[in-house]
């Protein structure tokens, strides 16, 4: 494993003398010997090797980065130039990047190191990590159980203290999930808090790149290197970055969600410790009161309408002319766009292009996809309505602690997973997972806290002092 847990002990040991290079080389020997987690689809011995020796320079130098003695994993969507990116898809197999993500960019200017590229979900798409076309990503906790999706192989990385931090995409709780099941830290920040330039999307109105970490410092260091605007995503917020000192957040107002407590398949354990912190907050003098949440039974169903309905146009550009995969055996161009795409991509990445088609097509596009459009506009006024009144919004992260390989076969019932996890994507607000629990039966859970747009400071520094994490 990775010499030092987190990242703020590691960078403290560079003082002591330690190096990035022998820390580096302890990591990838970790990679290696928890293989049969299928966590990494591959590392970067040379490039991160090569990054380390020119750190540990700079550290002698004295003219380190922020990031000096920070390992890092990156999810299989986000591009690295001259390495090999594929969003665990066949159709993509093989292809080697032609430039970095800007938050890649960001990171290795800031001196971390990047250890290698992460398994996941097909195009990030599914909720334990068992779409991968490379085979399915174990819990480090418990092997016989999913990691969570779509971000597992990212979560699983950092859960098996192979690498500090790791980077993942969240579209409807893609990091929040996977770090639930994992007993790690996930966080999503504000859509248009950090640039998409160079990440292979999913649904373009919904991704954000986050990271998984072992504390709040390290979740914090790591994301005010990525965020702020980027020329090359005109989504992304011009708004000034405010800075995260994590300091006591005094006392807070802060609303749960009652459906997170009287819901019916909810994990008795996970009800009964979400009730635990509620009336441990009050104690302690915080103002904590119940809230509905706006058209729970329908955030899902919209979510899934809208973010099939972009994949669909999203994913139409993998049509094996361009690039990827190109069938071997077709004839004339429509054989080879309808063959390269059935051999390329996985069951549940078709379904979702089929469903995200059907809801756009002629006849169907006023009463599924305007419509779902028009209820995301209300969860949004709703969801910012609640933040006139209270600070913080404190939910589940998970009905449940992670699930055996092979549980859920339903579709819609995996789909469920996201239920307290989409409204963030859907209101495009942060949000963050917190390891605050451990169930009887000896798997990790977490706590969710949600904040107002670009409210970050404040939700890192709650989840630190507030939860201990």
Known sequence: MSSHKTFTEARAALSGGSTVHSATELALAAAERQQDLNAFLELFPESAMAQAAAVDAKVKAGTAGPLAGMLLSLKDNICYKDHKVGASSKILEGFTSLYSATVVERLLAADAVILGRTNCDEFAMGSSNENSAFGIVKNPVDPTKVPGGSSGGAAASVAAKIVHVALGSDTGGSIRQPASFTGTIGFKPTYGRISRYGLIAFASSFDQIGPFAHSVA????????????????????????????????????????????????????????????????????????????????????????????????????????????????????????????????????????????????????????????????????????????????????????????????????????????????????????????????????????????????????????????
């Not at 756009?360 to 996809?369: E, M, Q, V």
């Not at 209300?378 to 919004?393: G, N, P, Q, S, V």
């Open 218 to 469: 390290d979740t914090a260091v790591v994301y005010e290197v990525m965020a702020g605007h980027d020329p090359k995503d005109s989504t992304t917020s011009r708004k000034p970055v405010e800075p995260v000192t994590l300091a006591d957040p005094g006392k807070l107002r802060i609303g749960y969600y009652r459906e997170g407590l009287e819901r019916a398949g909810m994990d008795p354990e996970v009800v009964a410790h979400l009730q635990a912190h509620i009336d441990r907050l009050k104690a302690e003098g915080h103002a904590v009161e119940p809230l509905d949440v706006p058209l729970l039974d329908h955030q899902v169903p919209t979510y899934y309408i809208l973010a099939t309905a972009e994949a669909s146009s999203n994913l139409a550009r993998f049509d094996g002319i361009r690039f990827g995969h190109r069938s071997k055996v077709a004839q004339g161009v429509d054989e080879t766009y309808r063959l390269s795409r059935t051999e390329g991509f996985g069951p549940e990445v078709k379904r979702r292009i089929l469903l995200g088609t059907f809801v756009l097509s002629a006849g169907y596009y006023d009463a599924y996809y305007a419509q779902a459009q028009r209820v995301r506009r209300i969860i949004r006024d709703h969801t910012l309505a609640a933040f006139e009144k209270y600070d913080l919004i404190l939910s589940p992260t998970c009905p449940t602690t992670a699930f055996a390989h092979g549980a859920i076969t339903d579709p819609v019932a995996m789909y469920l997973q996201d239920i307290f996890t989409v409204q963030a994507n859907l209101a495009g607000v942060p949000a963050i997972s917190l390891p605050t629990g451990t169930h009887s039966n000896g798997l990790p859970f977490g706590v969710q806290l949600t904040a107002k747009p670009f409210d970050e400071a404040r939700l890192l520094a709650a989840g630190k002092h507030l939860f201990g994490c």
